[in-house]
Nanobody, 127 residues
Framework: QPQLMESGGGLVQSGGSLRLSCTGS????????IGWFRQAPGKDREGISC????????QNTDSMKGRFTISRDDAKNTVYLQMDNLTPEDSAVYFC????????????????????WGQGTQVPVSA
């Protein structure tokens, strides 16, 4: 079963930046769509962005366009989420996920389209 691992989270001040990483363990990410989601306490899981496995095209949630950027480096078996101009409202646990099928283009905002999930990384943003 594919395993994903997020890293790069941690406390950041409002206005700051972080780059999260999603790495495959025993699993090559190349050819698979990878999505980033977040979940704040008491709220539903929210789709942020995803990058496709067939052409590296990306989809981003409108509310986060311009601040969050997804990219992939298949040579490092890693997908990144660059987050800029963070606010306390961005505080959440951030997850990466992938569908079961390679070269499948999921609906990026629909968590049910993704079958394998990492454990998440905490991103608290202080005011």
């Amino acid at each position: 079963q594919p395993q994903l691992m997020e890293s790069g989270g941690g406390l950041v001040q409002s206005g700051g930046s972080l780059r999260l990483s999603c790495t495959g363990s025993g699993f090559l990410l190349g050819g698979y769509a990878i999505g980033w989601f977040r979940q704040a306490p008491g709220k539903d899981r929210e789709g942020i962005s995803c990058i496709m496995g067939n052409d590296d095209s990306t989809q981003n949630t409108d509310s986060m366009k311009g601040r969050f950027t997804i990219s992939r480096d298949d040579a490092k078996n890693t997908v990144y989420l660059q987050m800029d101009n963070l606010t306390p409202e961005d505080s959440a646990v951030y997850f990466c996920a992938t569908p079961y099928l390679s070269y499948y283009n999921p609906i990026c905002t629909d968590a049910t389209e993704f079958d394998y999930w990492g454990q998440g990384t905490q991103v608290p943003v202080s005011a």
